[in-house]
């Protein structure tokens, strides 16, 4: 089965909605049921990249060849299929620096594994030297990394595996000048404390709706939203399950190659949930089998 793994890093703050209010936050980002960890669903990434399809491509059979058509009495299933989109680094407001890119074991974990089921063959050991809650691996040379109100010990990380790390999250990202940042940015932490940052330390935003009444304004509602904040790296896969789609599936990849921009979630005109994309490439590989 031809696959592809797809690099998503967000360019504007990405509203992935749930659909539902969680206590204080009117509008939460979408999550992981048993992890809380946020996510695109793979039906919202069909959607998006149908669109995108339609719109830069404009032919109708192609994108039905893609994703599918639901006409009157004429039903076909697309030819590619769209995994979730997962998270794979998570930017944290720092005092040791701008920001940190937070991951964990479990988190490349679950990469490693896609990318074996997407036919491509990825090693990140850190198995050997996993941190525990409180520590923080990173190529820091504080002691101490504060990370939101926290900080964490720093303790030394194994160079060859994370520079094999950093060499894989390039492939994810296309941008060199981002690439330059992941050695001094990425921070390991046990997976007990992402989770944390992941569940309570997004941005919220307080939005409201202004009428006017007699000259003067007045807010006629009030709601909070939930973003995954600028430069969230997320991916997915796209696989081609019908061979009779071939064609289409290889139209699809050179346009993302070509318009390398997709929008995802909601709160478009307000320019919220630009990503770009990039196809995941290892050693001069390609992320397809």
């Keep these: 089965m031809k ?8 360019e504007t703050a990405l509203h992935p909605g749930a659909g539902q209010s969680r206590g204080v936050i009117d509008l939460p980002v979408a999550r992981e049921h048993v992890t809380h960890y946020p996510v695109v669903f793979g039906s919202s990434i069909k959607g998006a990249f149908r669109y995108k399809m339609l719109t830069d491509s404009g032919d109708a059979e192609v994108v039905n060849a893609i994703f599918g058509k639901e006409d009157a009495g004429d039903t076909t299933a697309g030819g590619v299929l769209f995994s979730d989109a997962r998270l794979l680094l998570l930017p944290v407001r720092s005092l040791s620096g701008t920001y940190v890119w937070l991951t964990c074991p479990h988190i490349l974990e ?9 036919g491509v063959s990825v090693s ?10 409180g520590f923080i691996m990173t190529r820091s040379q504080t002691a101490k990394v504060y990370v939101e109100e926290r900080y964490f010990e720093r303790m030394p990380v194994n160079a060859v595996a994370f520079d094999s790390l950093i060499s894989i999250l390039k492939g994810l990202i296309s941008d060199s000048r981002v690439q ?5 940015q990425v921070g390991i932490v046990s997976d007990a404390d992402f989770a944390w940052f992941a569940k309570y330390g997004l941005q919220v935003v307080t939005r ?6 007699m000259g003067s304004k007045s807010s006629s509602n009030l709601w909070c939203e939930e973003y995954l904040p600028q430069d969230t790296l997320l991916y997915s896969m796209f696989m081609l399950r019908n061979v009779a789609a071939d064609e289409a599936y290889g139209t699809l990849l050179d346009t993302l190659a070509e318009k390398s921009y997709v929008q995802i979630g909601g709160n478009e005109t307000i320019g919220q ?12 590989g390609a992320g397809e089998a």
């Design 124 to 133: 990140i050991d850190i198995d050997a030297n996993t941190p525990a809650d």
């Design 208 to 213: 409201n709706v202004l009428k006017s009444e």
């Design 3 to 10: 696959s592809t793994i797809v690099g998503l890093l967000a």
């Design 110 to 118: 679950r990469f490693v594994r896609d990318a074996t089921r997407a």
């Design 273 to 284: 949930g630009w990503c770009n994309i990039t196809r995941f490439q290892m050693n001069q």
């Design 180 to 184: 330059q940042r992941l050695e001094s």
